[in-house]
């Protein structure tokens, strides 16, 4: 979802950023562009490392909630290019749609609500319904299981580098689609990595 659907990951790192000065804690943008991608348990605990206090991380996630929320309502977040298109061809295919995020289910569903796509997804796994995120496969085994398909019959979009690690360790393929943060290693097994979402339908097409 973050960052491969939606464009969000921009604007979270933003967001941190305000939280930071507003706190008048130094952070730079390279140390916040590396937390992409990184699922919440990962980034709360680089927050209470980085402060050397649980109430200080605590109140900079708030704050970057706030302001993140802040933007959403004022239509500062949007899709991702060609987002609106792949999800179109998707829907008019006999293909099965799901989502797999790391975002837990209320903040998902907010966001997924604002643009209208909360119901357009045939199966939907978040971070509150699984023991281990992303770059564990727990998120993916469970969306393997509610499409009622085999791994070798399901692909998946991922942005960040662990989602690719999620998606290998579950054994199923994945597009690479580089978003903001940290890429693949070299020795990542990825299906076909594309420069946005706009290959990805010649790409499904393809395989249909």
């Known amino acids: 979802m973050d960052g491969c659907l939606l464009d969000t990951e921009r604007m979270y790192i933003k967001a941190w950023g305000m939280a930071f000065q507003a706190k008048g804690i130094p952070i730079t943008r390279e140390q916040l562009i590396a937390l992409g991608g990184k699922g919440t348990v990962h980034i709360d605990n680089f927050m209470r490392e980085y402060t050397h206090s649980g109430e200080m991380a605590k109140a900079l996630r708030a704050s970057r909630e706030e302001f993140f929320w802040g933007f959403l309502d004022r239509g500062e977040v949007g899709l991702m290019p060609y987002a609106g298109e792949i999800l179109k061809y998707v829907k008019s295919t006999n293909l099965l749609l799901g989502i797999a995020s790391s975002t837990y289910t209320q903040k998902a569903s907010r966001i997924l609500m604002h643009f209208d796509l909360l119901h357009s997804f045939d199966f939907k796994v978040f971070g509150d319904m699984i023991e281990n995120l992303k770059p564990a496969p727990d998120i993916y ?43 693949v290693s070299e020795d990542a097994a990825v299906y076909r990595e594309i420069p946005s979402l706009r290959e990805g339908v010649a790409l499904l097409a393809g395989l249909i």
Do not use: H, Q, W
Request: negative net charge; proline residues 2%.
């Open 141 to 183: 085994n469970m969306a393997v299981s509610l499409s009622g398909k085999t791994k070798e019959e399901c692909i998946t979009f991922e942005d960040s580098a662990t989602g690719v690690m999620a998606a290998n360790a579950c054994g199923i393929d994945v597009v690479y689609v580089p978003g903001i943060g940290e890429r």
